[in-house]
């Protein structure tokens, strides 16, 4: 029953079943937070942090993220790397090719402002944000797993606050 | 087969083509004029005492005033190891392709062709590589090079 | 069914795809199943890192270099350093030439590992990975119990190595090493025998050793292929002449005798480590080098065996 009580519903027995009372935004929104499945979009060294993060000690998979290898199946992307001059026609690709509602995690200083590379490259973006919209910053050179899992409950919350009003914009 | 061995035989055997060039204690630098490079890496390739079969990398570097082109090459069998050496003017440098002798070449004079501007004679298919495909601000490495959104390391 | 027509035709893999890490854009010919003709795009993670090092003093260019090769990072740290110290003419302290042959082996260990997790991945089995990347877990532990980092280490300076190991390193790497040998006989046991895996690897992508020289292959995957040739041996630099270990050669080069070469590898190295960790002494771990400094002008080219090649 544990769960049963950390969801954002009302419930009460009544002889011969039970009556469960929500709101529709709430329960959507849970729904939607408690199952990120990301896509795999590793480039540089930060991928292999988020490999780590994925596999035995860190475990991804129970807050609910699956990696996708397709973005047609994907609610997130988790850029993790550099993005450089010519890859990044191809992020914005995929992100285009996501269905709504999307979201994404800038992982790591590369994406952030190009982080060790801002400086005398000629071949690296200097951050995504300006290809692609950015819901969390997740800072490091890489970000520690922890970092990442923290980053990703932080999305979680963003989501679960969302008004149903502000999505139906989007 | 020693450094100091190597180098005196080809010293001996090789005197109209390579130039012996100081360098470190752990590596032999030899020079060679530019026409006759194919040449002498096909000699170096099939040297029975040599035998260098085994390309393994090949650097540019731009000093401002020339060009210049290094080849590390390697010997399996004889487990032996120099470094070959072209230089080119900054005006027009052209060099010839090596890949006949090693097709490992092939990546590493395309390579320099695209950020350095050294063209390769005979290559089979200088097109671009790491740049991305509509990348038309000149040539990266060479040090004169400037395009509007590259920063500068700030002196310290 | 003799008269069923097929023909070639062509996939674009990549330069997103899952099993690329480090990205790169394949065009396949494909024959059914089989690849005919494959066209190599790369140059998406194409960093300039040559530009960046141009500007920098030395001890600011090795940061830059654990990005370079991010697998093993120690490694591009270590040649980096060999070649300014092979410039100037630095004397390394031994103490510190032994903490870098134990890094570097357990580097290569960790490389491995990701090497044999993915690929069992890509190919189609989950469970090496989660094996794979939990043993390396408790390399990552030795390492950032004496760097404080994870994977880019800059770890090894020239002229030495940054700081000096805790008390505890010793007593837990005998214990990781130990735990990874006994490992890699699992994994083994988990795959070897396996008919999909036997199937997905044997005789594919055959490289014979006429061909791998020419295109300058090297590493793991030329000793695969038949040559016995291992820099470490051959072209000696740091301490290994003091360390007794084998170099383990297989002669189909295909991917399977790959994969098996570098399970090997990962046994021998901890054989490396564990003899280091006896030889090892007290003493100083840096010579004395002063933060900017510049070594005599002059040309030089190191190599390594890298984990990678
Ligand atoms: S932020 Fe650092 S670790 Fe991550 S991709 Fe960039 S350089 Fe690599």
Redesign the interface.
Known sequence: MGIIKKLPIYSEKIPGGGIVTTSVEQILNFAQAKSLWYL??????C???L??TG???YDFDRLGMI?R?SPRQSDLIIAA??I?K??AP?LRT?YDQMAEPRYVIAMGGCTIKGG??Y??????EKGIEHIIPVDVFIPG??P?PESLLEGCLTLQKQIQQRKLADWQEK | MTNEELKSYIETNYTSLLTHNE?????L?FEVDAVNLVTVCEKLKNDPELLF?????LSGADTTEKFEA?Y?LGS?KK?I?I?IKVVLPHENPVIDSVQTV???ANWYEREMWELYGIHINNHDNLTR????DEWDEGY??RKDWDAPDFI??PD? | MTDLRTEEFDINMG????ST???CRLLLTMDGEKVVKVVPY???????I???C????YAMCI??LD?FE??TAMSCNYVFSLAAE??S?IEVPERAEYLRVIMLELNRIASHL?FF??TAMDIGALTP???A??E??YI?DLFEMTCGQ???YNYIRVGGVSKDIPEKFIPQCKVTISTITEKVEEYKRLLNKNPIWKMRTIGIGKLDADLA????VSGPILRASG?D?DLRR??PYSIYDRFDFNIPVYHNGDVFDRYMLRLDEIQESCKIVAQALEGIEEGPIRAKVSPNFKPAA??????IENSRG
């Open positions: 795999l979009f590793g480039t540089a060294c991928a292999i942090e490999m780590c596999a035995s000690r990696f290898a790397g550099t450089t010519k890859m191809r995929l060790p590379f400086y005398d490259s000629y071949s690296v050179c890489p520690r | 360098a470190g204690k752990y590596d630098l079969d085994y390309f393994c990398n290094i590390n399996i487990k190891r470094d090693w097709p490992a590589f790491l740049l991305h990266p490495m500068r390391f310290l | 330069p997103h795809h899952p890490h480090g990205v790369i140059g998406y993670l194409h960093r300039a040559e530009k960046i141009e500007n920098r003093t940061p830059i990005r991010y697998v092979r410039l003419g990701i997790g993915t990975f989660l094996y990347l939990r390396r877990e990552m994870r994977l880019t020289i020419a295109y300058g040559i040739y051959d072209d002059g040309e030089t080219y190191t190599r």
